[in-house]
């Protein structure tokens, strides 16, 4: 009975899109359901992201509520709902981590008229790894049967095009290079080109007008864990903070990291803060051998299990100097602890969890740099 309810359901979406990849999922979700608004579609989008939202067909969003930990059952949730509220377009991101859930979301859950992967990226290598290949094939499985997949992807393209041929479904490969410097004017945080491509992409694939999705791409709400860059200034001191916490790869780092650089001057300070988990030590593993590999002058700690990442930090040539222990403190503490250890000029570049508290660290910066600014 519940199968074929759910079977009505789908039936009662004229249009699914699911959305996979390791960086950049939120921000592709969010964006294509703007510029389908803006085409006149009714849609109800749903980012599981920094936090869960549902965004609804007059672009408002409601938060998803959860009992309990995260379950890829609620998609099933948002199904139901999407189809009692009429909607033309169902634009849903990938919750699921394991392999086995993954192909589950796509082929029995979803069942997508279009399938996204955004990018595929060193990340959850606990669960889907423990190399990029395996990554690859785990991402790879919510590839739709039947139907259309678009992606950023370069270096698996050739993998992607085998499995799309195979499941006879036809695939676009997204460049960054469609979009200009131009394009990108207005965006109210620092938006990725390859992002806002495959949204594009997807949209006008659907008949809306490249510009009118574009414009309307602008004045969507961005997922909170996007690349923003918030200014203070306390005591003389200049202090750009980067929130790129939710790029918590090193090839999504270090991108950010090479932008940052290049159009910073020469005498700027800059420094890592690293915030660790307990239960993402795999991640602090990979972040740290990345920043031994950097030229920059100090690291700044913050979050659990900091012992462990001192001792990784020595153990990959970084000096003890250079390391500030900040720890779990207060955010206010954590905030003058950074600012006290801040060269005059200094850019900080926030890495690797939105939780343990680093969320609230980069919203209180957020809020320092709105009073500084008004």
Not at 3 to 22: D, F, S, W
Not at 24 to 38: D, E, I, Y
Request: with cysteine; charged share 25%.
């Amino acid at each position: 009975m519940e199968y074929q309810l759910h079977q009505k359901n789908l039936k009662a979406i004229p249009t699914r899109i699911h959305i996979n990849g390791t960086r950049g999922k939120s921000s592709v979700t969010r964006l294509v359901g703007a510029g389908l608004r803006a085409g006149g579609y009714k849609t109800i989008t749903k980012v599981t992201g920094t936090f869960p939202r549902l965004i609804l067909s007059d672009g408002t969003e409601a938060v998803v509520h959860r009992k309990e930990k995260a379950n890829i059952l609620e998609q099933l949730d948002i199904i139901d709902y999407c189809s009692k509220q009429n909607a033309d377009v169902l634009i849903i991101e990938c919750m699921a981590l394991q392999p086995i859930y993954q192909k589950i979301t796509e082929h029995q859950m979803v069942k997508a008229d279009i399938g996204v992967i955004t990018n595929i990226r060193l990340d959850h290598l606990d669960v889907m790894g423990p190399t990029l290949n395996d990554v690859a094939k785990a991402i790879c499985g919510t590839i739709p049967k039947g139907t259309r997949l678009f992606t950023a992807e370069d270096r698996y393209i050739n993998y992607m095009s085998t499995i799309a041929r195979k499941r006879k479904t036809k695939i676009h490969q997204s460049k960054a290079e469609t979009i200009s410097n131009k394009d990108l004017e207005g965006f109210t945080y620092i938006e990725h080109k390859e992002n806002v491509a495959l949204a594009l992409d997807i949209c006008t694939q659907l008949g809306v007008d490249r510009n009118i999705a574009l414009a309307e791409m602008k004045m969507a709400i961005p997922d909170e864990g996007v690349l923003r860059r918030f200014t203070v200034k306390e005591n003389d001191k200049r202090v750009h903070f980067y929130n790129a916490l939710a790029a918590n790869d090193p090839e999504s780092t270090i991108m950010i990291w090479n932008a940052i650089k290049a159009q910073s001057s020469k005498d700027e300070h800059f420094m890592f803060l690293l915030n660790t988990r307990q239960d993402r030590q795999d991640r602090a593993i990979r972040l740290v051998d990345m920043m031994s590999q950097l030229d920059y002058s100090s690291i700044a700690l913050v979050g659990e299990s900091l012992d462990m990442v001192v001792q990784m930090c020595k153990e990959k040539g970084i000096s003890t100097e250079q390391i500030h222990v900040i720890g779990l403190k207060p955010t206010i503490e954590q905030y003058n602890d950074l600012v006290s250890t801040s060269a005059p000029k200094t850019t900080i570049i926030a890495i690797g969890n939105m939780g343990a508290g680093g969320a609230e660290l980069s919203k209180h910066f957020e809020l320092i740099h709105q009073n500084t600014n008004a």
